[in-house]
Every structure is written in C-alpha cells, then in structure tokens.
C-alpha cells in the first residue's frame, strides 16, 4: 500500500477490502464514521444501525464480550426473499404448482431463532423439518396446529407416535421414510392409533456433488432408499392398501452445493422419479428437494467449496423449469415445490463479536546505533546486512539473513555464543524482514514469495473468544467467514495478522480470511491501542455454529442477545440469555461446584492453622474463588488491574 493510499484512506478503501459488498448481501455496510452497521429495509427507506451502538447497549445491560448476536429482522428477511424469489419464478415458468419452504431445525435449533421462523412463517405457510425426537418436540411446540413438519432422521415408537397424534391434532406432519425397516412400524402404529400418516419416501440421488459434503448423495450416501428399495416400500405400500398415504418424495443432495449445473442434474434425477411414480397412480402432491442453497461467504459467485455460482433468482428458476421440463413428456401436474433450505435462511442472522485482548509483532524491540566491542562475527554480519539492505538486491538478501540466524542458533546451541548476543541477532534478523517487507510494500506487482514473507512475520491479534465453542467449523472442516473489525473503518488498517483464540490449542486460530481480492492468510486490522476497546465481528455464521461448539479449556457459551431494529433506527433487545458460568461449565463435567468450594476451604485452613495464611488473607481467597465460580468463562476486562 503506498503512502498516499494510506494517507486518503476512507470507508469506501474499507468495503471494497473486507469485500463487504461482495458478501454483505446488502446486510452490511460501514457508517461515514467508519462503524461497521447493519442495514434493515423498511418501507420508509433502509436504516442503519452501528453494530457498536447494539455492543454498547448489550454492556448496558451487563452482557460483555463475546458477544453472539442475532438480528431478527434478517430471519424475517430471508423467510420473505425465498418464498417470494420461488414465487416470481414460477409466475415467470408459468409452473402450475405452488412453492412451500421448511426450515430444518439442525442447522440452528436455539429458541429465538425457531420462534421468530415460526411466527414470521405463518404468512407463507412455512414450515419446520425435524431430524430427530428431541427436534420433533420442539417443533410441535413452536409451530402452529396446521403447520407443515417433514419428519426426517430416524424413527423409534414414541417419535411415529407423536407424528401421528400430530396429525390428528391437524399438522401437516410428513413421515420422510429413510429406509426400509420403517415403514413396518408406521403401519403398525397408525392402524392401531386408527390414524392416517402422511408418507414421504427419500430417494438416494445417484448424481453427485461437489463442495465439502459430497457424501449425502451417490450411491455409498448412507441415506435414502435405493430405486429397488423405493419400488419394494412402495408395493409393501399397495399390498397393505395405503398408497393414498405417500403424496411426498423427498431428496438431499448436501449442503452448500456451489455449482448450479449439479443442482440441476440432481433436480432432474429426482423428478424423474416423481415422474414416473405419479404415472403409476400414485398421489404424490409434493416434491421436497432438501438443502443445499449455499451461502456466498467469499462473495466470488465461483464455484469454489465456500462460494456458489448462483444467486437464490438462478436457483429458484433453475428447480422451477428443470421439474416442469422433466415432467412434460408425461404430461404430470405440477407438484408443490419444498425445499429446506437451512444455511441460507439463518448464516446472515448471527455475528459473533469479540475484543482484541493482546497482539504479538513479530518486530525488533530494540536495535543498538553502534554494536557492542567483541560480538561474534556471526551477529557482526547480520548487523551489516541489516544496514546495508537495498531495494534492488533484496531477492538475495533474505535468504541470506535466514542462514546467518540459523548458523547462530546452532552455535548458540554448542555454547559458542551466549543468549544476549543470540538476543541482538533476533532483533537483527526481525530489523531486516520489516524493511524489506516496507521495501515491498511501495512496488506493484508483488510476488509470491514475497506475500509470503509478509504472511511470516504478520502480527498476532488474540481474541477473546473460543473456535471451538463459536466458530467450530473453521476448526473442522476449514469453512471460512468474513472477519472485520466493526470500528476504525475510516482507518488505514496498517496492520497485518492472523487471531488466535483463549484456547491453549495451536488450531484455536484463524488463519484464512476473506478480503476482496479472495482469500487470504492474514487480514488487515488497525494498530492495536491497549486502552481502547478494538472489536472484531465474524459474519455470516448464524448456520450450523451454536450447538456443534464444544468446551475445550471449559470455554463455554458466549453471552447471546436477539435484537429487533425499528425502522425509527431504535431497538429492542427481545432475548438475551448470559454465557457459562464456570460452576455451570464443570457441572457439564459432573463436577460439584459447591462441594469443589468445600474441598478447597478444606485446604485454606489448614493453612492458617499452619500459620501459612491469615484468618483475613483466608477469607479473600475464598470470596475469590466463590466469586470466579460464577463467573463466565471469557476473559473479564473489567477485572483486569
Ligand atoms: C442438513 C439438512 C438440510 C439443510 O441443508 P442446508 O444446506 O443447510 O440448507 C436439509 N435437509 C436435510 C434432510 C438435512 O439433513
């Protein structure tokens, strides 16, 4: 970055580097003082809110960092944009059959977010996919008593007894059959409760997927039925005179599909085998074709793993025309399009915000003006290398000062040369990279090799937050989300580092962002100031995070708020909910906080009967542990002397 982009730097330099355009959907933008908001549409015009107004409120109210936020308005957001975006495509197709979206509860099961879809669905008659018994409870709990449920996963007794006492209650509720030994139960259940089930059948699609969960589909996925199991449930079906009951076939290619044309090839498959089924006779009224709508986290339009070459208009037109097509020969009514389409309804809705507690520089901290008597001459010639560095030979140089501080540890290993000169060497070797990284930063064209050397001396920001509790994915299967800091955006952000996390675990890191650009191992942020609060949001990751998170180091649950925005730009806190405490973390554990108290008061006076201690240093240390028991499990700030 030259001086003079450095010194012009404004919002604008901002959105285009984070890329914010590019992801933000429209959700996101940055303020004329450089405060990242959150932009709502209201009929009036679209209103901005500072995400460090909604962190300042949340402080107010006793919630610190981290902080896991949810914004109502985005759910409600996305619920609208699907159901209308399917119903131009099929206006536009000229389909003959309706669209109907549910949302599947795995992706993020937490109360707000099920209560807010289900209250806003009602107007487009959405509905909830449950995958298990504890997901079908709360599903009946939330939802209306006519609302659609599609019962996926597997089905014990008690999970068929209460679908089937649902639809007596008036719910749609679907039994998605997974595979061939279900179907026995539900017929026996529901001839003995003397009540109709719905039935879905699950296709396993042969044509596969890219992108990072190419398993769910192919012939090795292991869900769905095959073509000979399907044929053999469905004449089980006619022998036992309920084919009146399957009006449904279900499919799910996987999560996060990037390429349009697979979704298309996969779409076909499974309509014709609708097709072919309604032309026997069969009654089938839906066609559920499952998840899959991927999220743009890089912002590219590619068909990279974390992108999609697609937007929701491509997709929606893409299922609408590719079943009216298959179905044409045949001459089919066109069926209710379902999809579930999880990540794409709740990844905008969260941002996860955390400070910066501390930053490492990998940077000399002192180099002497003039060198002291006697150094090995080892150091001597890292000292002239680090004077003499010039822009034109600069390729050769680093190379050199690497093997110079090699030699050096090495003889510091055999004793040759002593830990204050190994000292000046490391500040020597770190004086040459920042110059030769500031060298670099004035040319254009910058190769590799040389990004490379900046990626190696990048700062390290630590965030007070846990990968593993927040952001498990990025952990586990490398999923990337946009990172930026939520202030300081009218700031050049001079910076270079990589975040590492409280955890004590080299992977309790982040280490590949988004920038403009594309991807990258560092991200640029401001010069940290210890007196200052810098804060960091993670974007995007309101899909699939919040209950895979686990408590490494006992970090556990971040404090979380659900907020409503008004459009006069005011707004309401409608759910807040406080993080761990470490007493409720290692009870998790099977811990006794409260007998834990009285092993250690135990201990205490021992130690002042053995005189090691005061009666009053006893009871500090006491009300200390008593009080750090309920706290949460994040660094305080506020305790920090
Ligand atoms: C996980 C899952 C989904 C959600 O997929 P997204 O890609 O998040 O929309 C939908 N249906 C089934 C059966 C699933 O298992």
């Known amino acids: 970055m030259t001086s003079q982009a450095k010194n012009n730097w404004s919002i604008n330099d901002s959105i285009d580097l984070y890329g914010i355009k590019k992801w933000g959907q429209g ?16 009929p009036e015009g679209n209103v901005s809110v500072p995400l ?49 979206g549910v949302f599947p509860v795995k992706v993020n099961q937490q109360c707000a977010v099920i209560e807010e879809i289900s209250r806003f669905g009602v107007k487009y008659g959405h509905g909830l996919e449950a995958g298990s018994k504890a997901e079908l409870l709360l599903c009946l709990a939330n ?48 001839r003995l409760l003397k009540i109709k089930p719905l039935i879905g059948l699950r296709i396993k699609i042969s044509a596969q997927v890219s992108g990072l969960w190419t398993e769910t589909s192919g012939d090795r996925s292991s869900f769905g039925l095959s073509t000979a199991q399907l044929i053999a449930i469905i004449d089980q079906l006619r022998d036992q005179k309920m084919i009146d009951s399957l009006q449904l076939l279900h499919c799910h290619l996987g999560s996060q599909i990037p390429d349009i044309n697979e979704i298309k090839v996969g779409v076909r498959e499974a309509s014709r085998f609708y097709a072919d089924l309604a032309d026997e006779g069969i009654p089938l009224k839906y066609l559920d074709l499952g998840g899959g709508l991927a999220v743009d986290y890089i912002g590219n339009q590619s068909d990279h793993s974390q992108s999609c070459n697609y937007n929701l208009s491509d997709y929606c037109e893409a299922l609408v025309t590719t079943i009216k097509e298959t179905l044409a020969p045949q001459g089919i009514e066109h069926p209710t399009i379902m999809t579930e389409s999880g990540r794409f309804t709740v990844a905008h809705t969260s941002i996860l915000l955390f400070d910066v507690l501390d930053v490492m520089r990998y940077e000399p901290i002192s180099i002497p003006e003039t060198l002291p008597q006697n150094l090995h001459p080892l150091v001597e010639k890292q000292y002239q290398l680090f004077r003499q560095i010039k822009e ?17 540890r090495e003889l510091f290993r055999l004793g040759t040369i002593s ?13 040459i990279a920042k110059k030769l990284i500031s060298i670099l930063d004035g040319q254009k064209d910058v190769p590799l090799s040389v990004l490379k050397l900046k990626q190696n001396f990048a700062d390290i920001y630590y965030g007070n937050f846990s990968v593993f509790q927040s952001l498990p994915d990025t952990w586990a299967i490398g999923q990337v989300f946009p990172v930026m800091p939520i202030h300081r955006l009218d700031e050049y952000p001079e910076r270079n580092a990589s975040i590492s996390d409280l955890t004590c675990d080299c992977d309790g890191k982040l280490d590949h962002f988004i920038l403009s650009g594309g991807e990258s191992s560092t991200l640029p ?8 609060n810098y804060i960091l949001g993670v974007f995007l990751m309101g899909a699939y995070q919040e209950t895979l998170g686990d408590l490494h180091n006992l970090f556990g649950d971040t404090n979380v708020i659900s907020v409503r925005i008004n459009s006069d730009a005011s707004f309401d806190v409608i759910k807040e909910q406080s993080g761990d405490t470490i007493s409720e973390v290692l009870q998790m554990l099977e811990y006794n906080p409260s007998s834990f108290f009285n092993d250690f008061r135990d201990k205490i006076e021992g130690a002042v009967k053995n005189q090691k201690i005061t009666i009053n240093d006893r009871q500090k240390i006491l009300n200390l542990f008593s009080e750090r028991l309920n706290d949460q499990t994040y660094f305080n700030k506020a305790q920090e002397i």
């Open 27 to 42: 959700n996101f933008s940055v303020s004329d003082t450089g405060d990242a908001t959150i932009t709502i549409p209201f």
């Open 525 to 532: 942020l401001h010069p940290f100031k210890e007196q200052e």
């Open 143 to 190: 939802l209306h008593t006519n609302g659609l449920l599609i019962c996926n996963g597997y089905k014990d007794q008690d999970y068929i007894d209460l679908g089937l006492w649902a639809t007596k209650l008036g719910y749609r509720c679907f039994f998605v059959i997974e595979s061939p030994s279900e179907l026995p139960l539900i017929i026996e259940r529901s």
């Open 392 to 408: 034109t030979e600069f390729t050769n140089v680093y190379p050199l000062a690497i093997d110079t501080r090699d030699q050096i």
């Open 52 to 100: 460090i107004d909604i962190v300042n409120g949340a402080r107010g109210r006793d919630y610190a960092l981290p902080l896991l936020l949810r914004v109502e308005n985005f759910l409600d957001a996305q619920i609208t944009l699907i159901n209308e975006t399917f119903r131009q495509a099929i206006k536009t197709a000229d389909y003959h059959g309706s669209y109907t």
């Open 419 to 431: 830990t204050r000169e190994r000292a000046l060497a490391e500040n020597l070797f770190l004086g």
